[in-house]
């Protein structure tokens, strides 16, 4: 099956550093990349979705300069969250999506602490 | 815009028996319904999906209906066992968007033994 996945697992960085998570998709080419942000007990939320070689799209309420999105590749994008704050602590998931494909997989995430 | 609600929030159900979550859609172009399940500190995985041409679908214990008049589509386990507990989310996508897919809220499943 399709595999994803995303490092690091865990982090914890020092309120006004910036953190990176990367995502690749291991054997698929990801056309489309998602990145969502997972309070406890509650749903997915999107945050923005990108195409390779494209400006991600956020969605309303991200601030783009603060979660900085990129996807260089078909198997590669990044997220880096800027001067984190202890508010950014969540669980940030991507997912990734093959060409003319609607099924996502899922990376195992990644917990970010921001003290 | 889309919107998808899921019921119930908290199911619990003793081993051996089915387990049933709801999903109600609002957008009639949506043509696409995938079912996760996603155990604790862990990824969503999929479990089975359906497309909008097609009224049922299963796949051993687990199986999911769709019925588009009423925009509902529904999962259904079978036989449930104590590693069927965990939070299940419907959702939909119409293909637009980048094939964007709408969440429902979850559905924590307790199988009690």
């Known amino acids: 099956g399709a595999v994803v996945s995303q490092h690091p697992s865990r982090v914890i960085c020092k309120s006004g550093t910036s953190v990176k998570i990367e995502c690749r998709s291991l054997?698929?080419?990801?056309?489309?990349m998602f990145w969502y942000r997972q309070f406890p007990k509650q749903s997915l939320m999107l945050m923005a979705t990108s195409n390779e070689g494209s400006k991600a799209t956020y969605e309303q309420g991200v601030e783009k300069d603060k979660f900085l999105i990129n996807h260089a590749s078909l198997t590669l994008s990044t997220l880096t969250v800027t001067s984190a704050h202890p508010e950014d602590s969540s669980f940030y998931i991507c997912?990734?999506?093959?060409?003319?494909?609607?099924?996502?997989?899922f990376g195992p995430g990644t917990r970010l602490t921001v003290t | 815009g889309e919107n998808v609600e899921q019921h119930p929030s908290t199911l619990s159900v003793q081993e051996g028996d089915s387990a049933v979550i709801k999903c109600t859609y609002s957008?009639?172009?949506?043509?696409?319904f995938p079912w996760y399940k996603q155990e604790l500190g862990k990824r969503p995985q999929l479990i089975i999906d359906?497309?909008?041409n097609v009224g049922e679908k299963k796949d051993q214990r687990i199986a999911v209906t769709l019925n588009k008049t009423a925009k509902h589509f529904s999962l259904h386990i079978t036989e449930t066992q104590p590693e069927d507990s965990a939070v299940y989310f419907c959702a939909a996508s119409k293909g637009d968007s980048n094939y964007q897919l709408i969440w429902g809220a979850g559905t924590k499943l307790i199988i009690k033994p």
């Open positions: 054997d698929f080419q990801a056309t489309t």
């Open positions: 957008d009639s172009a949506s043509n696409y």
């Open positions: 997912s990734a999506r093959g060409a003319g494909t609607y099924e996502q997989y």
């Open positions: 359906i497309r909008s």
